[in-house]
Protein backbone atom coordinates (compact mmCIF):
# COMPACT_ATOMS: atom_id res chain seq x y z
CA UNK A 1 0.00 0.00 0.00
CA UNK A 2 1.01 3.59 -0.87
CA UNK A 3 1.66 5.81 1.68
CA UNK A 4 -0.34 8.01 1.17
CA UNK A 5 -3.13 5.56 1.67
CA UNK A 6 -1.84 3.83 4.76
CA UNK A 7 -1.97 7.90 6.08
CA UNK A 8 -5.69 7.99 4.88
CA UNK A 9 -6.18 4.98 6.77
CA UNK A 10 -4.86 6.03 9.83
CA UNK A 11 -6.83 9.51 9.74
CA UNK A 12 -9.59 7.57 9.21
CA UNK A 13 -9.34 5.11 12.11
CA UNK A 14 -8.82 8.27 14.22
CA UNK A 15 -11.36 10.45 13.39
CA UNK A 16 -12.90 10.76 16.77
CA UNK A 17 -9.86 11.96 18.51
CA UNK A 18 -7.13 14.73 18.46
CA UNK A 19 -4.23 14.27 16.56
CA UNK A 20 -1.18 15.47 17.33
CA UNK A 21 0.78 17.82 14.79
CA UNK A 22 4.59 19.17 15.42
CA UNK A 23 8.02 19.46 14.37
CA UNK A 24 11.70 20.21 15.28
CA UNK A 25 12.22 22.46 18.33
CA UNK A 26 13.51 26.14 17.27
CA UNK A 27 11.20 25.80 14.50
CA UNK A 28 12.29 27.86 11.19
CA UNK A 29 9.76 28.93 8.37
CA UNK A 30 9.76 25.30 7.01
CA UNK A 31 8.76 23.83 10.37
CA UNK A 32 6.14 26.33 11.53
CA UNK A 33 4.69 26.64 7.71
CA UNK A 34 4.05 22.67 7.29
CA UNK A 35 2.90 22.44 11.04
CA UNK A 36 -0.01 25.01 10.50
CA UNK A 37 -0.28 23.80 6.74
CA UNK A 38 -0.81 19.98 7.97
CA UNK A 39 -2.93 21.26 10.99
CA UNK A 40 -5.73 23.42 8.51
CA UNK A 41 -5.61 21.10 5.93
CA UNK A 42 -6.50 18.07 8.42
CA UNK A 43 -9.17 20.67 9.96
CA UNK A 44 -10.62 21.61 7.02
CA UNK A 45 -11.41 17.79 6.27
CA UNK A 46 -12.84 17.60 9.64
CA UNK A 47 -9.98 15.83 11.85
CA UNK A 48 -9.37 17.56 15.23
CA UNK A 49 -5.77 18.49 14.62
CA UNK A 50 -3.51 20.54 17.56
CA UNK A 51 0.06 22.05 16.70
CA UNK A 52 2.45 21.51 19.20
CA UNK A 53 5.79 23.03 19.43
CA UNK A 54 8.57 22.99 22.31
CA UNK A 55 9.15 26.26 21.87
CA UNK A 56 7.40 29.36 20.29
CA UNK A 57 6.63 30.37 16.71
CA UNK A 58 9.14 33.05 15.81
CA UNK A 59 7.80 36.40 15.03
CA UNK A 60 8.16 36.65 12.02
CA UNK A 61 5.88 33.17 11.16
CA UNK A 62 3.22 34.08 13.63
CA UNK A 63 1.32 35.53 10.94
CA UNK A 64 0.71 31.57 10.01
CA UNK A 65 -1.06 31.27 13.20
CA UNK A 66 -3.89 33.90 13.28
CA UNK A 67 -6.08 31.95 15.73
CA UNK A 68 -3.53 31.04 18.00
CA UNK A 69 -3.55 27.11 17.96
CA UNK A 70 -0.23 26.42 18.51
CA UNK A 71 0.46 24.78 21.95
CA UNK A 72 3.31 23.55 24.25
CA UNK A 73 3.55 19.54 24.77
CA UNK A 74 2.87 20.96 28.33
CA UNK A 75 -0.41 22.78 27.13
CA UNK A 76 -1.82 19.62 25.93
CA UNK A 77 -0.04 16.52 28.29
CA UNK A 78 -4.10 15.63 29.18
CA UNK A 79 -5.16 15.10 25.72
CA UNK A 80 -4.91 11.18 25.07
CA UNK A 81 -3.32 11.47 21.32
CA UNK A 82 -3.16 7.85 19.15
CA UNK A 83 -2.08 9.54 15.94
CA UNK A 84 1.18 11.87 16.35
CA UNK A 85 2.36 13.53 12.34
CA UNK A 86 6.01 14.49 12.98
CA UNK A 87 7.51 17.01 10.40
CA UNK A 88 10.55 18.65 9.41
CA UNK A 89 12.41 16.37 12.12
CA UNK A 90 15.15 13.58 10.91
CA UNK A 91 15.08 11.62 14.28
CA UNK A 92 13.15 12.44 17.34
CA UNK A 93 15.50 13.95 19.61
CA UNK A 94 14.78 17.18 17.16
CA UNK A 95 11.68 17.67 19.27
CA UNK A 96 12.92 18.63 21.89
CA UNK A 97 10.50 16.41 24.29
CA UNK A 98 10.05 12.59 24.53
CA UNK A 99 7.27 12.01 22.48
CA UNK A 100 6.23 9.16 23.27
CA UNK A 101 6.66 9.54 27.51
CA UNK A 102 4.76 13.06 26.95
CA UNK A 103 1.70 11.38 25.20
CA UNK A 104 1.73 7.62 26.25
CA UNK A 105 -1.39 6.57 24.42
CA UNK A 106 0.22 7.15 21.13
CA UNK A 107 -0.02 4.09 18.60
CA UNK A 108 0.86 5.82 15.35
CA UNK A 109 3.71 7.98 14.23
CA UNK A 110 3.83 9.43 11.00
CA UNK A 111 7.05 11.19 9.74
CA UNK A 112 7.58 13.69 6.94
CA UNK A 113 10.38 14.87 6.12
CA UNK A 114 12.99 15.61 3.94
CA UNK A 115 16.59 15.51 5.79
CA UNK A 116 18.61 12.62 4.32
CA UNK A 117 19.64 11.73 7.27
CA UNK A 118 16.60 10.98 8.65
CA UNK A 119 16.23 7.94 10.63
CA UNK A 120 12.77 7.02 9.63
CA UNK A 121 11.32 6.84 13.04
CA UNK A 122 7.74 6.34 11.89
CA UNK A 123 5.06 3.65 11.30
CA UNK A 124 4.94 5.36 8.03
CA UNK A 125 7.63 7.41 6.84
CA UNK A 126 7.46 10.08 3.71
CA UNK A 127 10.89 10.85 3.62
CA UNK A 128 11.75 12.84 0.70
CA UNK A 129 15.65 14.12 0.41
CA UNK A 130 15.64 15.74 -2.87
CA UNK A 131 12.17 18.36 -1.71
CA UNK A 132 13.62 21.47 -1.00
CA UNK A 133 11.36 21.65 1.83
CA UNK A 134 8.94 19.77 4.06
CA UNK A 135 6.33 22.09 2.67
CA UNK A 136 7.01 21.21 -0.83
CA UNK A 137 6.85 17.48 0.38
CA UNK A 138 3.43 17.97 2.06
CA UNK A 139 2.10 20.04 -0.78
CA UNK A 140 2.11 16.67 -3.20
CA UNK A 141 0.69 14.51 -0.28
CA UNK A 142 -2.09 16.68 0.30
CA UNK A 143 -2.77 16.93 -2.88
CA UNK A 144 -3.11 12.69 -3.00
CA UNK A 145 -5.20 13.07 0.31
CA UNK A 146 -7.27 15.23 -1.86
CA UNK A 147 -7.38 17.77 1.04
CA UNK A 148 -8.01 21.16 0.70
CA UNK A 149 -5.99 23.99 0.81
CA UNK A 150 -7.05 27.16 1.85
CA UNK A 151 -5.57 30.58 0.82
CA UNK A 152 -3.86 30.54 4.69
CA UNK A 153 -2.47 26.85 3.90
CA UNK A 154 -0.77 28.08 1.16
CA UNK A 155 0.98 30.73 2.40
CA UNK A 156 2.01 28.40 5.36
CA UNK A 157 3.32 26.32 2.44
CA UNK A 158 4.36 29.02 0.45
CA UNK A 159 6.71 30.20 3.55
CA UNK A 160 7.88 27.16 4.18
CA UNK A 161 9.66 26.62 0.72
CA UNK A 162 10.46 30.14 0.26
CA UNK A 163 12.59 30.14 3.70
CA UNK A 164 14.28 26.81 3.10
CA UNK A 165 15.17 27.94 -0.44
CA UNK A 166 16.29 31.23 0.77
CA UNK A 167 13.50 32.58 -1.92
CA UNK A 168 14.18 29.76 -4.24
CA UNK A 169 18.29 30.46 -4.58
CA UNK A 170 19.09 27.27 -2.81
CA UNK A 171 20.34 24.50 -5.39
CA UNK A 172 17.81 21.94 -3.72
CA UNK A 173 15.57 24.76 -5.85
CA UNK A 174 14.02 22.56 -8.79
CA UNK A 175 11.98 22.76 -11.65
CA UNK A 176 8.97 21.17 -9.59
CA UNK A 177 10.13 23.02 -6.55
CA UNK A 178 9.38 26.29 -8.64
CA UNK A 179 5.71 24.82 -10.23
CA UNK A 180 4.81 23.92 -6.38
CA UNK A 181 5.48 28.06 -5.71
CA UNK A 182 3.38 28.79 -8.74
CA UNK A 183 0.35 26.31 -7.81
CA UNK A 184 0.59 27.61 -4.43
CA UNK A 185 -0.24 31.31 -5.31
CA UNK A 186 -2.87 29.85 -7.82
CA UNK A 187 -4.22 28.32 -4.53
CA UNK A 188 -4.49 32.14 -2.96
CA UNK A 189 -0.90 32.14 -1.34
CA UNK A 190 -0.17 36.11 -0.69
CA UNK A 191 3.38 36.77 -1.39
CA UNK A 192 3.27 40.35 -0.21
CA UNK A 193 1.57 38.99 2.94
CA UNK A 194 4.76 36.31 3.03
CA UNK A 195 7.27 38.82 2.33
CA UNK A 196 6.33 41.69 4.99
CA UNK A 197 6.03 39.48 7.35
CA UNK A 198 9.04 37.08 7.13
CA UNK A 199 11.63 39.52 5.45
CA UNK A 200 10.43 43.31 6.15
CA UNK A 201 9.39 42.38 9.72
CA UNK A 202 13.05 43.39 11.43
CA UNK A 203 12.35 44.85 15.19
CA UNK A 204 14.57 47.55 15.57
CA UNK A 205 16.79 45.43 18.40
CA UNK A 206 17.42 42.85 16.04
CA UNK A 207 18.99 45.04 13.33
CA UNK A 208 21.36 46.85 16.27
CA UNK A 209 22.98 43.40 17.61
CA UNK A 210 23.16 42.31 13.79
CA UNK A 211 25.64 45.21 13.75
CA UNK A 212 27.30 44.81 16.79
CA UNK A 213 27.39 41.06 15.60
CA UNK A 214 28.98 41.87 12.69
CA UNK A 215 31.76 43.84 13.94
CA UNK A 216 33.13 40.84 15.61
CA UNK A 217 32.74 38.92 12.18
CA UNK A 218 35.94 36.86 11.58
CA UNK A 219 37.72 34.95 8.51
CA UNK A 220 40.06 32.47 8.44
CA UNK A 221 43.68 33.43 7.06
CA UNK A 222 42.76 31.77 3.52
CA UNK A 223 39.08 33.43 3.67
CA UNK A 224 37.26 30.01 2.94
CA UNK A 225 35.73 30.51 6.48
CA UNK A 226 34.08 33.20 8.35
CA UNK A 227 32.06 33.34 11.47
CA UNK A 228 29.77 35.24 13.96
CA UNK A 229 28.86 34.66 17.36
CA UNK A 230 26.33 35.71 20.25
CA UNK A 231 26.57 35.56 24.10
CA UNK A 232 23.72 34.45 26.32
CA UNK A 233 24.62 37.45 27.81
CA UNK A 234 24.01 39.63 24.51
CA UNK A 235 20.88 37.99 23.97
CA UNK A 236 19.19 38.07 27.63
CA UNK A 237 20.00 42.30 27.03
CA UNK A 238 18.89 42.64 23.50
CA UNK A 239 15.66 40.42 24.95
CA UNK A 240 16.25 37.74 21.68
CA UNK A 241 15.96 34.60 20.94
CA UNK A 242 17.12 31.42 18.89
CA UNK A 243 14.24 32.15 16.48
CA UNK A 244 15.34 36.00 16.01
CA UNK A 245 18.38 35.03 14.60
CA UNK A 246 17.56 32.85 11.95
CA UNK A 247 18.66 34.82 8.94
CA UNK A 248 22.21 36.44 10.39
CA UNK A 249 24.39 33.49 9.26
CA UNK A 250 23.84 34.35 5.39
CA UNK A 251 25.74 37.43 5.90
CA UNK A 252 29.30 35.54 6.53
CA UNK A 253 28.09 33.36 3.63
CA UNK A 254 27.93 36.27 1.52
CA UNK A 255 31.36 37.47 1.38
CA UNK A 256 33.71 36.71 -1.40
CA UNK A 257 35.15 33.78 -1.50
CA UNK A 258 34.05 32.21 1.99
CA UNK A 259 32.84 28.28 1.13
CA UNK A 260 31.48 27.61 4.90
CA UNK A 261 30.10 30.15 7.38
CA UNK A 262 29.20 29.69 11.17
CA UNK A 263 27.37 31.43 13.87
CA UNK A 264 27.55 30.12 17.27
CA UNK A 265 24.87 30.84 19.50
CA UNK A 266 24.99 30.41 23.36
CA UNK A 267 21.56 29.74 23.95
CA UNK A 268 22.20 29.27 27.85
CA UNK A 269 25.28 29.75 29.55
CA UNK A 270 27.34 26.68 28.57
CA UNK A 271 24.96 25.50 25.68
CA UNK A 272 25.92 26.39 22.21
CA UNK A 273 23.83 26.33 19.25
CA UNK A 274 26.39 26.34 16.10
CA UNK A 275 24.62 26.93 12.40
CA UNK A 276 26.55 25.60 9.76
CA UNK A 277 26.28 27.12 5.91
CA UNK A 278 28.39 26.38 2.99
CA UNK A 279 28.78 26.97 -1.05
CA UNK A 280 29.17 24.40 -3.45
CA UNK A 281 32.89 23.15 -2.53
CA UNK A 282 31.81 21.44 1.32
CA UNK A 283 28.83 19.39 2.56
CA UNK A 284 27.42 21.02 5.64
CA UNK A 285 25.73 17.92 6.82
CA UNK A 286 29.30 16.12 6.56
CA UNK A 287 30.95 18.77 9.18
CA UNK A 288 27.75 19.16 11.30
CA UNK A 289 27.86 15.31 12.43
CA UNK A 290 31.60 15.46 12.88
CA UNK A 291 30.02 17.08 16.59
CA UNK A 292 26.93 14.92 16.28
CA UNK A 293 24.52 17.33 14.75
CA UNK A 294 23.17 17.14 10.96
CA UNK A 295 20.65 19.19 8.41
CA UNK A 296 21.16 19.10 4.58
CA UNK A 297 24.22 19.61 2.41
CA UNK A 298 24.00 23.62 2.52
CA UNK A 299 22.53 24.16 5.79
CA UNK A 300 22.96 22.42 9.07
CA UNK A 301 23.71 22.42 12.73
CA UNK A 302 24.96 20.67 15.96
CA UNK A 303 24.48 21.70 19.50
CA UNK A 304 27.30 21.31 21.93
CA UNK A 305 28.11 22.03 25.27
CA UNK A 306 31.36 24.72 26.78
CA UNK A 307 31.47 28.64 26.88
CA UNK A 308 31.10 30.17 24.04
CA UNK A 309 35.04 30.66 23.22
CA UNK A 310 36.03 27.15 24.25
CA UNK A 311 33.13 25.70 21.73
CA UNK A 312 34.47 28.34 18.69
CA UNK A 313 38.09 27.15 19.65
CA UNK A 314 36.84 23.76 19.01
CA UNK A 315 35.10 23.81 16.32
CA UNK A 316 36.40 26.17 14.27
CA UNK A 317 39.88 24.48 14.83
CA UNK A 318 38.43 21.19 13.88
CA UNK A 319 36.71 22.38 10.45
CA UNK A 320 39.79 24.39 9.17
CA UNK A 321 41.90 20.76 9.28
CA UNK A 322 38.93 19.21 7.65
CA UNK A 323 38.66 21.78 4.76
CA UNK A 324 42.54 21.68 4.64
CA UNK A 325 42.20 18.24 4.28
CA UNK A 326 39.61 18.41 1.69
CA UNK A 327 41.59 20.75 0.11
CA UNK A 328 38.51 23.75 0.25
P1 LIG B 1 19.73 26.18 11.59
O1 LIG B 1 21.15 26.54 11.54
O2 LIG B 1 18.89 27.03 10.71
O3 LIG B 1 19.18 26.06 12.97
O4 LIG B 1 19.62 24.70 11.02
C1 LIG B 1 19.90 24.41 9.69
C2 LIG B 1 19.53 22.96 9.41
O5 LIG B 1 20.41 22.13 10.15
C3 LIG B 1 18.15 22.61 9.89
O6 LIG B 1 17.25 22.61 8.81
C4 LIG B 1 18.29 21.24 10.44
O7 LIG B 1 18.06 20.34 9.39
C5 LIG B 1 19.74 21.08 10.78
N1 LIG B 1 20.07 21.11 12.20
C6 LIG B 1 20.26 22.21 12.99
N2 LIG B 1 20.60 21.88 14.23
C7 LIG B 1 20.66 20.53 14.27
C8 LIG B 1 20.97 19.56 15.29
O8 LIG B 1 21.28 19.88 16.44
N3 LIG B 1 20.89 18.26 14.93
C9 LIG B 1 20.56 17.86 13.66
N4 LIG B 1 20.50 16.55 13.39
N5 LIG B 1 20.28 18.73 12.69
C10 LIG B 1 20.32 20.04 12.97
MN1 LIG C 1 13.05 21.91 6.26
Not at 179 to 208: K, Q, Y
Not at 286 to 311: N, W, Y
Request: charged share 25%; glycine share 6%.
Amino acid sequence: MSESLQIAALLEMHRDRPILVTGHRDPDGDCIGSVMAMTRSLRNMGYPAIPVNRDPIPYRYRFLDPDDMMRSPEDVILERFHLAIVLDSSNLDRLGFDLHRTFPHLKSVINVDHHVSNSRFGDVNVVEHKRSAVCEVLCSLLHKLDAPIDPMTANALYTGISTDTGSFQYEATTADTLRTGADLISLGADINLVRENVWENEPFNRIRVLSRVLDNLKVTENGRMAWIKISHAELEHFELDNGDLETFVDYPRTIQGVQVALFFKEIQNGFVKVSIRSKSEVDSNKLAQLFGGGGHKRAAGCKMTGSLDEVEQNVTERFIRELESNGS
